[in-house]
């Protein structure tokens, strides 16, 4: 389905039938939450990686390298380095400066364990090709029990 | 993935809050790695203890838990930042004292038998053969799988804790029969003898073949103490969570298809790539993984009636440190300058550039030397290290 947004435009809707477009996704940790999108090409090591006082990435010639992570829907391929990581994530998150929700290509022990004991509601493996569709600056909403994302 | 009535009220809070987190962690990875079933463990060594690389957040978690999650099987606990008796002799600060002894406190209060070394194994938190346990870790992990034959995936420290508490793991990767195979066989064409040897086959092997399972022959004999760096160093630098060695190791393999050769010049150049340029030393750090009781009472027999120049680590386990204590091998040892450094070592205490030169008879500490504290590493056999410490000076 493209182009639903505005869709009392669209063949097929009728007014009062606007539906916005749910990707569908896999639960990693629970929880919702509402936000922008910031998308890293890259993978992210939260140990090391990512300034645990400001949520600034910090690693050299990261793409995403000087940007806040803090109240994003942080969309990112995957995560590599030390399990220390984890306790980064919850050290973001005590401070409220961790990620409203994360969205993965795939997940590793390392985030998904990061996520659960930090409460960051997360999910990964977009459905048909919706991960592409996750563009920098997008209004979405994560609700990883339901396992979707919703487009804004 | 199926749950028992008592896994899902567990998760469902009914056992409390340490629970119900723990079971929210195994859950999710048994998802991610499509476990059918959660299994009981009989054991687990729970790494992420050093302060210096836990901070306050670290530390904010662990005491959450400690509020009433109580270990329900053995759990012995890695190395801490510092000696928890004698941190001053190690030059620690006095906050970075009352922080980690923070942290020791907080997984004594969940049960966990404080024991803070990286050789489990040796103190006590032995598994028989075939037993499925969650061990972080690297080089336990490795010695566990290989050289005891009981099994174990690479558990972080937040998922080795969650096993404690629940006393279960998810059942995929390691636990699995199919996935314990070796995939490569290794020959190794050259003698080899000490645990530096071991170590710069480790390296050899991990670098060639990455976390693949290898099945090594060629080698005729291995002490705990050989295997025990064989275990670290293949970890650290290829990632594999096993070894097999052929009429060593207690497991059986097929024999893999692929086949690749170690020769004399590959463990050379292992060596030569870890050691770097220049003559000064002003660290010399042995016992990575911790030194065992025979090995202390090397280092004793060689150092006795000497004096070090460089500052000189050997570090162990605390019961290992009583026993050098009640054999003299302490006092001996101390009396030239060197020191035993209990619950710790030269790679999770807070000595970030505070050394230049780290001289060392262990690969993993080469790696961890020059990555995370910023170390130039020299390598060499037991005896050239403890030369290096005596003179300040390394020689080619």
């Not at chain 2, 801490?80 to 009352?98: H, P, Q, R, T, V």
């Not at chain 2, 803070?116 to 499925?132: D, V």
Request: glycine share 10%.
């Amino acid at each position: 389905m493209e182009a639903v947004r505005g869709s009392n435009q669209v063949k097929g809707f009728r007014a009062g039938d606007w539906k916005m477009e749910e990707l569908k996704a896999r639960k990693i940790a629970k929880g919702f939450a509402e936000g922008e999108v910031l998308r890293s090409e890259q993978a992210i090591s939260f140990f090391g990686g990512v300034n645990a006082d400001n949520g600034v990435v910090v690693e050299k010639d990261h793409p995403l390298e000087g940007k806040s992570i803090s109240g994003k829907i942080l969309v990112f391929p995957n995560c590599k380095g030390s399990t220390v990581g984890s306790y980064v994530l919850y050290q973001l998150k005590k401070k409220g400066i961790a990620p409203k929700a994360m969205i993965a290509k795939e997940t590793d022990a390392i985030v998904a364990v990061g996520a659960i004991i930090s409460e960051i509601p997360m999910v990964d493996h977009v459905e048909g090709g919706g991960y592409d569709r996750l563009k920098d600056g997008m209004k979405v909403k994560v609700e990883a029990d339901e396992g979707k994302i919703v487009l804004l | 993935m199926e749950l028992t009535k008592e896994q899902q009220e567990m998760l469902e809070g009914k056992k409390g809050n340490a629970v119900r987190k723990s079971m929210e962690i195994l859950c999710a990875l048994g998802e991610i790695y499509g476990a059918k079933k959660m299994i009981p463990v009989s054991s687990v060594q729970v790494a992420g203890v050093s302060y210096d690389n836990l901070d306050d957040a670290g530390l904010e978690y662990l005491a959450e838990l400690a509020q009433d999650g109580r270990v329900r099987v053995l759990t012995t606990l890695n190395p801490a930042g510092m000696d928890l008796m004698e941190w001053k002799k190690l030059g620690i600060s006095d906050e970075f004292a009352s922080k980690q002894l923070e942290v020791v406190e907080a997984f004594s209060r969940m049960g966990i038998i404080t024991s803070c070394t990286c050789t489990p194994y040796l103190i006590g938190n032995l598994p028989r053969f075939g037993e499925s346990v969650a061990w972080s870790e690297s080089s336990a992990v490795t010695f566990c799988n290989s050289v005891i034959g009981a099994k174990t995936n690479r558990e972080g420290g937040p998922s080795a804790l969650a096993a404690a508490l629940t006393g279960f793991t998810p059942e995929y990767g390691m636990h699995l029969e199919e996935n314990r195979q070796a995939v490569v066989e290794v020959k190794v064409k050259t003698k080899l003898k000490g645990t530096l040897a071991f170590g710069a086959l480790g390296e050899a092997i991990g670098k060639k073949i990455g976390d693949k399972i290898p099945l090594i022959t060629g080698v005729k004999e291995a002490s705990l103490e050989e295997l025990k760096s064989l275990s670290a160093s293949i970890a650290t630098y290829g990632g594999t969570a096993m070894f097999y060695i052929k009429g060593i190791t207690p497991s059986r393999t097929k024999r893999p298809q692929e086949k690749i050769e170690v020769t004399k010049d590959d463990l050379k150049a292992a060596m030569k790539e870890m050691t770097d340029d220049g003559e000064e030393v002003d660290l010399v750090g042995l016992g990575c993984p911790h030194a065992s009781i025979r090995e202390i009472a090397k280092v004793a027999e060689l150092l006795r009636g000497r004096k070090v120049k460089a500052e000189f680590w050997i570090c162990t386990a605390r019961t290992t440190k009583e026993l050098a204590d009640r054999m003299g091998y302490t006092k001996a040892i101390e009396d030239t300058g060197a020191k035993i450094a209990a619950d710790t070592c030269m790679v999770v205490a807070p000595i970030k550039s505070k050394f230049k030169v780290m001289a060392t008879d262990s690969a993993k500490g080469c790696y961890y030397g020059r990555g995370k504290n910023k170390f130039k590493t020299k390598i060499g056999s037991v005896e050239k290290c403890i030369e290096a410490a005596v003179t300040g000076k390394w020689k080619p």
